[in-house]
T-cell receptor, first 114, second 111 residues
Framework: AQKITQTQPGMFVQEKEAVTLDCTYD???????LFWYKQPSSGEMIFLIY??????QNATEGRYSLNFQKARKSANLVISASQLGDSAMYFC???????????FGSGTKLNVKP | EPEVTQTPSHQVTQMGQEVILRCVPI?????FYWYRQILGQKVEFLVS????????KSEIFDDQFSVERPDGSNFTLKIRSTKLEDSAMYFC?????????FGPGTRLLVL
C-alpha cells in the first residue's frame, strides 16, 4: 500500500531563516513522483516542486529545494530565507507511474514569525 | 500557463439536495481527477476519468456521486443527495507526469 507521512502538524520559523518540512513515503513501486504543494488560507493548491524517483539530483525551484533520500524514503522540503507570505499549509504528495492518482500527506502548517 | 477552472467557487446547499460542480479542463489532456478536502484534513482521491470513462474510484465515491462530460469538454461532479459530511473543498486536477494542474476548488457547504 502507498502512504505519505508528514509528522509535523505545525511548525514555526523566524522570518529570513530556513525551515525543513518532513515527508516520508512508502511504496514498493520503483517509479514514482513526489510533489510539494502550498495551500494558503484561501484554499487553492499551489505547486512548489517535483522530484522523480529516478532523478539523480535533488530538485530546486527558487527558494524551495527537495532533500530526496531514496534509501530512507524521505522527501523533505527546505524553504530558504522564509518570508511572511510562506505561512500556509504544506502538503507532500506522491504519484505512481505516469497517470495514477495522488496520495497526500496530512500536511504541515507553517507559521513564519516576523 | 494553462489553467483549470472550476465553478462555482462557493456553494451552500441544504442536506438532501443535489449539487453539480463544474470543471473546465485544459484541452488535450486525457486524464482527469476529482479530489476533496474536508476542512483541516488531507486531500482525498475521489475518482479518475480517462478517455471519457471512469478509470478508478475510491470508497468515498459511492452511488451518490457521478461524473460526466456532458458537452464533450467540461466535466461535472454530481452529488445526488448531499449529506452534512459532504461539506468540503472539491478540486479537479489534470495533468501528466510531473505537470499537474489543480483547479482553484469549489467550497461546498451542506446545511
Amino acid at each position: 500500500a502507498q502512504k505519505i507521512t508528514q509528522t509535523q502538524p505545525g511548525m514555526f520559523v523566524q522570518e529570513k531563516e530556513a525551515v525543513t518540512l518532513d515527508c516520508t513515503y512508502d511504496t514498493s513501486d520503483p517509479s514514482y513522483g513526489l510533489f510539494w504543494y502550498k495551500q494558503p488560507s484561501s484554499g487553492e493548491m499551489i505547486f512548489l516542486i517535483y522530484q522523480g524517483s529516478y532523478d539523480q539530483q535533488n530538485a530546486t525551484e527558487g527558494r524551495y529545494s527537495l532533500n530526496f533520500q531514496k534509501a530512507r524514503k524521505s522527501a523533505n522540503l527546505v524553504i530558504s530565507a522564509s518570508q511572511l507570505g510562506d505561512s500556509a499549509m504544506y502538503f507532500c504528495a506522491m504519484r505512481l507511474s505516469n497517470f495514477n492518482k495522488f496520495y497526500f500527506g496530512s500536511g504541515t502548517k507553517l507559521n513564519v514569525k516576523p | 500557463e494553462p489553467e483549470v477552472t472550476q465553478t462555482p467557487s462557493h456553494q451552500v446547499t441544504q442536506m438532501g439536495q443535489e449539487v453539480i460542480l463544474r470543471c473546465v479542463p485544459i484541452s488535450n489532456h486525457l486524464y482527469f481527477y476529482w479530489y476533496r478536502q474536508i476542512l483541516g484534513q488531507k486531500v482525498e482521491f475521489l475518482v479518475s476519468f480517462y478517455n471519457n470513462e471512469i478509470s478508478e474510484k475510491s470508497e468515498i465515491f459511492d452511488d451518490q456521486f457521478s461524473v460526466e462530460r456532458p458537452d464533450g469538454s467540461n466535466f461535472t461532479l454530481k452529488i445526488r443527495s448531499t449529506k452534512l459530511e459532504d461539506s468540503a473543498m472539491y478540486f479537479c486536477v489534470q495533468g501528466i507526469r510531473e505537470t499537474q494542474y489543480f483547479g482553484p476548488g469549489t467550497r461546498l457547504l451542506v446545511l
